[in-house]
């Protein structure tokens, strides 16, 4: 049987794999809106700029994520372990669900 403390390391390095990801494509998506000549219309800058504002709230979460398992590596308390396990499943969707609008919306 894999031991819980294995599945929290797991977690915690899939939960801070994902906020890098999402970190660098959220600098891809502004340097490509400020790169656009300037007579592109505003419409299409402002949506490159608004997927990347969209990605801070997929990063804020991985990073929570992160910072439960790295918590309950020192105090093993229920509520932190309901979160970490929970909460990934939560962060693994809404992170699909962030790439599928973000590349809808470019």
Excluded: N
């Excluded at 590596?73 to 979160?83: D, E, G, I």
């Amino acid at each position: 049987m894999i031991e819980t403390k294995d599945i929290a390391l797991a977690v915690f390095g899939g939960s801070v794999g994902l906020a890098s990801v999402l970190v660098v494509f959220i600098g891809f998506l502004v340097a490509h809106a400020e790169a656009l000549p300037s007579t592109t219309p505003d419409k299409i800058q402002t949506r490159y700029k608004k997927a990347a504002k969209w990605g801070l709230a997929p990063t804020a979460a991985a990073v929570l994520e992160a910072l439960a398992c790295y918590g309950w590596f020192f105090c093993q308390h229920p509520a932190l372990l309901y979160f970490w396990s929970v909460g990934f499943v939560v962060l693994a969707v809404g992170f699909l669900i962030y790439a599928i609008v973000a590349i809808a919306m470019i």
